[in-house]
């Protein structure tokens, strides 16, 4: 589904991402795993337009991207969960998820809004409250609903476990299964390595730049150099 070649990023004098190769296949959840720093948000903002890559290719669906805006991009079939939630704090619930749709028909918002129901349902019962009352967690239920009501073949996640209780991060993570499991491929930026990778079907290890290692998570989870380098053993 989703095909990154010989990627390149510079800000300014910055060389942040260093020729990364990477591969989602539909139905997957992927993860990109690093410490801060290692350009694994870099990497999402240039899929979605938000940063303009150097040199290298990035294919959806057999369709370049690297020359589309995000606007474009969006419409494509791409979804964003961005990093710190974004909510509009002054809109309500309801009004938030309804901007995620902007871009869709009456008949394919009324059936995303069924499913983002269906998923938190919190959501349902403070459809009307502003999103700026919110906890933390039920504002990353919102924006994880928010990047699902564009109808999207791919959801880019950018850690959505960001600043949340462990309790918290652990429904979230059932959720993100539960939104694969109902058809959506997903792209997972998360420094909690070891809830992305035991979560993951494939990940790929980012370090200043670079792809440092790479294979199914589970087996990640058990290399010795990523249970030192990012599990704390």
Not at 46 to 75: D, M, W, Y
């Amino acid at each position: 589904m989703l095909e990154v070649t010989g990627l390149h990023v510079h800000y300014g004098g910055i060389h942040a991402l260093k020729g990364i190769d990477m591969t989602v296949e539909r139905g997957q959840i992927v993860t990109l795993v690093g410490a801060n720093g290692a350009g694994k948000s870099t990497t999402l903002r240039s899929i979605v337009g938000l940063l303009k890559p150097s040199a290298g290719s990035i294919l959806f669906n057999g369709e370049e991207l690297t020359r589309c805006n995000t606007h474009q991009i969006i419409q494509k079939g791409i979804g964003v969960s961005p990093e710190g939630r974004r909510v509009f704090p002054n809109l309500s619930i309801i009004e938030n998820l309804e901007l995620g749709a902007y871009n869709q028909s009456h008949s394919v918002f009324s059936r995303q809004l069924e499913m983002v129901f269906s998923l938190f349902p919190r959501l349902m019962e403070r459809s009307r409250q502003l999103a700026g009352t919110l906890s933390g967690g039920e504002q990353q239920m919102l924006a994880l609903g928010r990047s699902l009501m564009s109808d999207p073949r791919l959801v880019l996640l950018d850690e959505p476990s960001l600043g949340l209780a462990p309790l918290v991060v652990s429904e979230v993570f059932d959720v993100i299964g539960a939104i694969n499991r109902q058809g959506t491929t997903i792209l997972l930026v998360e420094q909690n390595a070891m809830a992305a990778l035991n979560i993951a079907h494939f990940a790929y290890v980012l370090e200043t730049g670079r792809i440092f290692m790479k294979g199914p998570g589970q087996t990640l989870m058990q290399d010795e150099q990523v249970r030192k380098a990012y599990l704390g053993e």
